[in-house]
């Protein structure tokens, strides 16, 4: 025990150094021994976390702090992608890794002949895009040597995973979908949505439905909940009383809003992970998907956009000059959504959102320019309350009510330092969330384990 207290409060002396109370932080970290070495270790590792982002927002509240993580991609070009291995030549370079790079790779694979690791590198690191870069390293550190990983094992541990990652990768090649999966969730699973019009794009079916007459017994029997279908030229959209028709025409949907691309992004140089991470909670949940759909109106060759909750904030975009926004510095998605991200954005490359302010609280709203319905904050910050408190009010996401939240600032969990995520569920006990570097990708965790691992400071969004 006399080990875990000398750990715990080498763990606060760390806290110190993020401008806290050296008195607070020693005690919150000796109070957790009581419920064993582990919980200790966890507590103050969790602490740690959250006084370094307590502290960044002291010092600048206005500031967007979640824009440092580092990336090798340049404003001007295409996100760093791969392809799928039928694509690859038959014959790569076989990469030789080294110890270190053995023992990083191999960490969590079992069994695996190091021959075999290092064929499954080559052929991964062999991988481009439509375009012909590459997104994956073998450089230690790096976030793209995490997803080499992550990609690696699934090859191993989870085929249908690495085949359903390597079916995106032959699409995006193909030209068929904007998406790629530059950023791969260790232990994540594929987006049901984005694996419904992948099937739909592999079988050469329509990825929605389409009915001749507008009858509405047949149209609630095949259709649920968020999902849009035609009839005719008309576009509609299912919610929750029956159907609304949408402000524009089946070739303007289709063109903002194909197969795939509409539910997934993969964030470019723009450093807008916050207002990535608020899309997608708007794009997952179903009653949000309604609501989000209703913000594009269209007037011709124009389609304009306005914010949710604020029909006067608005930005207008030319349907014959889409290709502007292939800039490489939005995300890699359809232009439906390369509109809205757009749009939070302010000029001269600043990010239109503002963190929340533990010490004086007083921003009314979280990317405003995308989404100004009412946000709350946790009853205070999670560093001063338990971890109880923190569960209750994290069991109250869904049915609209989704969370954004500073990453823990680790990439073997999937996260990122300094980085927001999209959580947009919960159910029995587990939270789901994605990672904006790739939102086809989720991963469900306990919320324990998410408090303890990947909570940083945050807010609710009602949408």
């Given at each position: 025990?006399?080990?875990?207290?000398?750990?715990?409060?080498?763990?606060a002396?760390?806290?110190a150094?993020?401008k806290?109370?050296s008195?607070n932080?020693?005690?919150?970290?000796?109070?957790?021994?009581v419920?064993?070495?582990?919980?200790?270790?966890?507590?103050?590792?969790r602490?740690?976390?959250?006084?370094?982002y307590?502290?960044?927002?002291?010092?600048n509240?206005?500031v967007?702090t979640?824009v440092r993580e580092?990336?090798?991609?340049?404003a001007?070009?295409?996100?760093?992608?791969?392809?799928?291995s039928?694509v690859?030549a038959s014959?790569v370079?076989?990469v030789k890794?080294d110890s270190?790079e053995?023992a990083?790779?191999?960490?969590?694979?079992?069994g695996?002949?190091p021959?075999?690791?290092?064929?499954a590198?080559?052929?991964i690191?062999?991988?481009?895009?439509?375009?012909?870069?590459t997104?994956?390293?073998?450089?230690?550190?790096?976030?793209s040597?995490?997803?080499t990983?992550?990609?690696?094992?699934?090859?191993?541990n989870?085929?249908q995973?690495?085949?359903?990652?390597l079916?995106?990768?032959?699409?995006?090649?193909e030209?068929?979908?904007?998406y790629f999966p530059?950023?791969?969730?260790p232990?994540?699973k594929?987006?049901p949505?984005?694996?419904q019009?992948?099937?739909?794009?592999l079988?050469g079916?329509?990825?929605?439905e389409?009915?001749?007459?507008?009858?509405?017994t047949?149209?609630l029997?095949?259709?649920?909940l968020?999902?849009v279908f035609?009839?005719?030229d008309?576009?509609?959209?299912?919610d929750?009383?029956?159907?609304?028709?949408?402000?524009?025409?089946?070739?303007?949907?289709?063109l903002l809003f194909?197969?795939?691309?509409?539910?997934?992004?993969?964030?470019?140089a723009?450093?807008?992970?916050?207002a990535i991470?608020?899309?997608?909670?708007?794009?997952?949940v179903?009653?949000n998907?309604?609501k989000?759909l209703?913000?594009?109106?269209?007037n011709?060759?124009k389609v304009?956009?306005?914010?949710?909750?604020?029909?006067?904030?608005r930005?207008?975009?030319?349907l014959n000059?889409?290709?502007?926004?292939?800039?490489g510095?939005l995300?890699?998605?359809s232009?439906?959504?390369?509109?809205?991200?757009?749009?939070?954005?302010?000029?001269?490359g600043?990010?239109?959102?503002?963190p929340p302010?533990?010490?004086e609280?007083?921003?009314?709203f979280?990317?405003p320019?995308?989404?100004?319905?009412?946000?709350?904050y946790?009853?205070?910050?999670?560093?001063?309350?338990?971890?109880?408190?923190?569960e209750?009010?994290?069991?109250?996401?869904?049915?609209?009510?989704?969370?954004?939240?500073?990453g823990?600032g680790?990439?073997a969990l999937?996260t990122?330092d300094?980085?927001?995520c999209s959580?947009?569920d919960?159910?029995?006990?587990?939270?789901?969330?994605?990672?904006?570097?790739?939102?086809?990708?989720y991963?469900?965790?306990?919320?324990?384990?998410?408090?303890d691992d990947?909570?940083?400071?945050?807010?609710?969004?009602?949408?």
């Amino acid at each position: 025990m006399a080990n875990v207290i000398i750990s715990a409060l080498t763990k606060a002396e760390r806290l110190a150094r993020y401008k806290m109370s050296s008195t607070n932080v020693v005690t919150e970290a000796i109070t957790t021994l009581v419920n064993g070495a582990d919980d200790a270790a966890k507590q103050a590792q969790r602490l740690a976390r959250k006084a370094k982002y307590n502290s960044q927002f002291q010092s600048n509240p206005n500031v967007d702090t979640f824009v440092r993580e580092s990336t090798t991609i340049q404003a001007g070009k295409v996100n760093p992608v791969i392809t799928p291995s039928r694509v690859i030549a038959s014959k790569v370079p076989l990469v030789k890794l080294d110890s270190k790079e053995m023992a990083f790779f191999s960490e969590n694979l079992k069994g695996v002949k190091p021959n075999d690791i290092e064929q499954a590198v080559s052929e991964i690191l062999a991988l481009e895009n439509v375009n012909g870069l590459t997104g994956f390293t073998r450089k230690l550190g790096h976030k793209s040597a995490y997803s080499t990983r992550a990609l690696l094992e699934a090859r191993f541990n989870d085929p249908q995973r690495y085949d359903e990652i390597l079916t995106l990768i032959r699409l995006n090649k193909e030209g068929k979908i904007k998406y790629f999966p530059s950023f791969v969730m260790p232990n994540g699973k594929t987006n049901p949505l984005v694996k419904q019009d992948m099937e739909a794009i592999l079988s050469g079916k329509n990825y929605y439905e389409q009915f001749s007459r507008l009858e509405p017994t047949e149209i609630l029997a095949k259709t649920k909940l968020g999902d849009v279908f035609s009839v005719g030229d008309k576009m509609y959209v299912r919610d929750v009383s029956g159907y609304i028709p949408l402000k524009m025409d089946k070739k303007t949907y289709e063109l903002l809003f194909p197969p795939v691309d509409r539910y997934a992004m993969a964030q470019g140089a723009s450093q807008n992970c916050g207002a990535i991470a608020v899309i997608n909670n708007m794009v997952q949940v179903p009653s949000n998907r309604v609501k989000l759909l209703q913000l594009y109106e269209q007037n011709g060759n124009k389609v304009t956009v306005h914010a949710l909750g604020d029909t006067t904030s608005r930005m207008t975009f030319d349907l014959n000059d889409l290709k502007s926004l292939d800039d490489g510095i939005l995300s890699d998605t359809s232009y439906g959504l390369k509109m809205l991200e757009r749009k939070g954005q302010l000029a001269g490359g600043r990010t239109g959102y503002s963190p929340p302010s533990y010490t004086e609280r007083t921003e009314t709203f979280f990317v405003p320019n995308i989404n100004k319905t009412q946000i709350e904050y946790m009853s205070d910050t999670p560093l001063f309350i338990s971890k109880q408190q923190v569960e209750r009010e994290l069991a109250t996401i869904g049915n609209g009510r989704t969370f954004v939240t500073g990453g823990g600032g680790n990439y073997a969990l999937g996260t990122g330092d300094n980085h927001w995520c999209s959580v947009y569920d919960y159910k029995n006990g587990t939270i789901r969330f994605a990672n904006p570097n790739a939102t086809a990708d989720y991963k469900d965790v306990p919320i324990s384990e998410f408090i303890d691992d990947y909570l940083g400071i945050g807010v609710f969004h009602n949408h």
